[in-house]
């Protein structure tokens, strides 16, 4: 997956002469976190947050300040062909709550920490009607093929698989999304296989 799937494109921009309270309202009344500024061709110049404008509107009030005072110049950016796991690593790496998406120096949309929530949880199938089943097997077995080969042979079919690693000396645990479906006969199976069911959410 890559950020042009699930990048903003219908995006809310200002431009550098904006007061502070200008650019306020403007996210009040949009309900968004993050503003790009941009020029008339829609060139990126900065970007600015709620937090960074409450931050000097007491100044603002004593003096005249525009976004071009205020705004980051070189924000942290993310292109539309950049994977998705390489925009979350940068927003949670540098702690940040969006990046702006740019194409040959032009604005083309925002993705938020939402917006990479959202892919994660569809990626993971969360929100589908599904069953899950939690094993636990030892770190130098690696019997991954062998769990997939007899949940498929009772017909469900397997959303996601996602695992933690373990540490030294500790045994991994994956954690199986299926479709929903009766989970007996396959916890069944699996122990008599000598996995370890540690738990089955039907």
């Known amino acids: 997956m890559t950020v042009r799937h699930w990048m903003t494109t219908k995006v809310v921009t200002t431009n550098k002469e904006a007061s502070i309270q200008e650019a306020l309202a403007l996210m ?3 309900s968004i976190r993050h503003l790009p500024v941009v020029d008339e061709e ?8 709620d ?14 300040l525009t976004l071009e ?5 070189k924000p942290f950016t993310s292109y539309p062909e950049m994977p998705l796991e390489e925009a979350a690593r940068l927003i949670l790496d540098k702690r940040i709550g969006g990046l702006p998406v740019v194409e040959e120096g032009k604005l083309t949309g925002i993705i938020t920490v939402v917006d990479i929530m959202s892919a994660f949880i569809n990626l993971m199938g969360l929100l589908t009607h599904s069953s899950r ?11 991954l093929d062998e769990i997939t080969r007899l ?6 079919e397997i959303i ?11 045994n991994l645990t994956y954690s199986f999304r299926l479709r929903k479906c009766n989970l007996d006969p ?6 008599e296989n000598g996995i370890d069911v540690v738990s089955a959410i039907p």
Do not use: F, Y
């Open 28 to 30: 009040k009344q949009h």
């Open 42 to 49: 829609r060139n990126l110049l900065g970007w600015v947050t």
């Open 51 to 64: 937090a960074d404008l409450r931050g000097v509107l007491i100044a603002s009030m004593l003096e005249e």
């Open 69 to 73: 005072d205020v705004m980051v110049r």
């Open 133 to 143: 089943i939690d094993v636990r097997v030892s770190a130098e077995a690696h019997p």
């Open 151 to 156: 949940i498929r042979k009772h017909d469900a």
């Open 160 to 170: 996601s698989i996602c695992h933690l690693p373990a540490t030294e000396g500790q």
């Open 186 to 191: 396959i916890v069944t199976d699996l122990e």
